[in-house]
């Protein structure tokens, strides 16, 4: 850790070392640290904050060893049902991880629940993972959700305003009603943000019950092309696409916050 011989210029937070490293996303990675599942120079670090040099400190993670990866992998996956959105489960249940020929440590990016399908995004980019998963950055999701009857278009009008969910209040949203199959609604959702069952929640709150449950699009990623269970290689360019959009959202945070500042 910190010591005469490092400089402050070679020094990176923890958390932000173990994400470039693929374990997880920075946020997920203080949590890995809080539960003493991490060392640095053969000494458990609980303490969130810590900065380390990556060139002469060693650090393990559940006891091996952990260094940045030489190269970046990026893989676009529809989930099928039934599968679980985390890098390993201790009740042994399948994850989108076991449906994967890869032997590198991957993570996937964000979570959908068990039984959503849809467009996941797996890398070992911990870097990428924390703007594409930060609420501030706003990155953009879309949804096709199968309501268990019609949608009533005073609610239809209440996603524009944000929804109440108790704990927090939802931020305007677009939602629309494609078409009707048997009484029930197949709708379109697109928000910015990424609370835990945030689409079922709202709709719960409305009165209705998801019972078919699909992200289509996730950061300008969609997953027409394949089936559920099915993943691919993002091409160079959307992997470029996916950087011009953190390098926008990141500008436009920073504005944002030049702007508050001038108002005070």
């Known amino acids: 850790m910190t010591t005469k011989k490092n400089k402050p210029e070679n020094l ?48 393990e993670f559940d006891g091996k060893e952990v260094q940045i990866p030489e190269y970046f992998i990026y893989i676009l996956m529809n989930k099928p049902r039934r ?28 979570r959908l629940d068990y039984m959503t399908t849809g467009a996941l995004l797996i890398t070992n980019d911990g870097e990428m993972a924390y703007y594409l998963t930060h609420p501030k950055f706003e990155v953009k999701k879309v949804y096709r959700v ?16 944000g929804i109440d969910l108790g704990d927090f209040k939802t931020a305007p949203c677009k939602a629309r009603e494609i078409r009707r199959l048997d009484n029930r609604s197949l709708m379109e959702v697109e928000i ?63 504005s944002d916050h030049d702007h508050a500042q001038k108002s005070h």
């Open 12 to 59: 990176i937070r923890l958390n932000r070392f173990l994400a470039q490293a693929g374990i997880a996303s920075r946020r997920k990675c203080d949590e890995l640290i809080a539960a003493g599942r991490v060392k640095v120079n053969g000494k458990v670090v609980t303490e969130l904050g810590v900065r380390i040099n990556p060139q002469t400190d060693k650090v």
């Open 83 to 110: 599968v679980l959105t985390t890098a390993r489960d201790d009740r042994k249940r399948k994850t989108v991880l076991d449906l994967l020929p890869i032997r590198e440590r991957l993570f996937p990016v964000g």
């Open 146 to 161: 199968l309501l268990n009857k019609l949608i009533r278009p005073i609610d239809l009008h209440r996603f524009q305003h």
């Open 192 to 254: 910015h943000e990424g609370k835990n069952r945030q689409i079922r929640r709202m709709f719960a709150a409305l009165g209705y019950e998801v019972e078919e449950l699909h992200r289509k699009e996730f950061a300008g990623l969609k997953v027409d092309d394949l089936r559920e269970g099915d993943f691919r290689e993002l091409t160079p360019s959307e992997v470029k696409q996916l950087k011009q959009l953190i390098a926008q959202q990141k500008e436009k945070v920073l």
